[in-house]
DNA sequence: TCAAACCTTCACATCTATGTGATGGTCAAC
DNA sequence: GTTGACCATCACATAGATGTGAAGGTTTGA
């Protein structure tokens, strides 16, 4: 019987997210409560996660760590959609502006964070050079 | 009379130095109660900073805004300085691998703002296109 | 001599992202 | 039916960067 009938596995609850993205529980109720992901409810009450929001969860905490508060994070995520969820007459000029303006911010970042790994390469290069200078 | 005894001018108070770099009197302090900066002091306690506390403020400032904390940029530092001014003997091992792992957390922040950037930046050219067809 | 504009230190408040624990419901296995 | 591993909400605590103001010394200029 080749029944297609499958129950979809394409789920998980908060603990199996929690361990696939190295992310406290607490955090990822906490990523909802700013509304950075909006869960699914089981008929119990338990949240319901499927496959996309491990990569959502990773790019979340990667934007936190570099320095995003949440509310920016939230209004960046909507970009990120391929098939775009946002229709472009909903954005207004305020929004596009705060975008752009996020955008170069985030250039800054880039550019400061560049500069700054370089030279600590440059450091460490220079480090090592001297730590082994046995066999001319 | 071509005397050279010009009183220096090479230095400046908090008021200045935080006029100079945008940065509240108060975070000056901060920074240098978290020993990112050491100020020279005048005779009456004032704080007195030379002209390259400028660039210093601005990139610590840089750097908390992507994410690093005092603690970490207080390492970062003095790999900064063009005549190196650390010997390298002082450079434990513990130091040396905090930094190559910090690096490599950089050029991750770097990775992820990177795409997150070019993804906004492609939202922001579709939003434009599409504002404004009028002239076909 | 007085006022304004600096500076000092100290202390307490705030915001954001997090840690931690209490209290209790759901569910599966034994 | 009880135990253990999940889950829920709520609440309180912490740590780091920052805001704000009090209380007082210094300097400059009217």
Request: include cysteine.
């Amino acid at each position: 019987m080749v029944n297609a009938a499958i129950c979809e596995v394409d789920h998980m609850r908060i603990g199996e997210l929690s361990a696939r993205t190295g992310t406290p529980r607490r955090l990822l109720r906490y990523y909802e409560e700013q509304q950075l992901i909006v869960a699914d409810r089981a008929p119990n009450g338990y949240r319901e996660y499927d496959e996309r929001f491990v990569d959502r969860v990773i790019q979340i905490r990667g934007l936190l760590d570099a320095g995003l508060p949440t509310r920016i994070i939230k209004q960046i995520l909507p970009c990120l959609d391929k098939p775009r969820t946002i229709y472009f007459p909903d954005a207004t000029p305020e929004m596009i502006a705060t975008l752009a303006c996020e955008r170069d911010r985030m250039s800054d970042r880039i550019r400061c964070l560049t500069r700054n790994r370089d030279a600590i390469g440059e450091y460490l290069d220079a480090v090592l050079d001297y730590n082994r200078p046995q066999d001319a």
